[in-house]
Nanobody
Framework: QVQLVEAGGGLVQAGGSLRLSCVSS????????MGWFRQAPGKERQFVAR???????LHADSVKGRFTISRDNSKNTVYLQMNNLKPEDTAVYYC?????????????WGQGTQVTVSS
């Protein structure tokens, strides 16, 4: 069983920055594909970014150029640096771990951290 614990959410003004972190308990963290997702009230969960074990990344168009996903395998941690935040970025942000990079399924999820961007 892999546990994921997010941190770093909070309240920030539009144009500000936050860095989210997600620590994994998995022993083979370096082999996981890690993803960030978000869910705003009344909306479906939305993909934000993912990073493969190779370090290759993919970001959603809505955050490209503003958000950056990264990982530190020595710390079993994945990060989401969020710059130039907008009110529409307000959501609960979740990290997730995918054991098999060739599938769509994320096997483990964190509890989420709230990000609120005021205008």
């Amino acid at each position: 069983q892999v546990q994921l614990v997010e941190a770093g959410g909070g309240l920030v003004q539009a144009g500000g920055s936050l860095r989210l972190s997600c620590v994994s308990s998995g022993r083979t963290f370096s082999t996981y594909t890690m993803g960030w997702f978000r869910q705003a009230p009344g909306k479906e969960r939305q993909f934000v970014a993912r990073i493969f074990s190779s370090g290759n990344t993919l970001h959603a168009d809505s955050v490209k150029g503003r958000f950056t996903i990264s990982r530190d395998n020595s710390k079993n941690t994945v990060y989401l640096q969020m710059n130039n935040l907008k009110p529409e970025d307000t959501a609960v942000y979740y990290c997730a771990a995918k054991l098999n990079p060739t599938t769509q399924l994320y096997n483990y999820w964190g509890q989420g951290t709230q990000v609120t961007v005021s205008s």
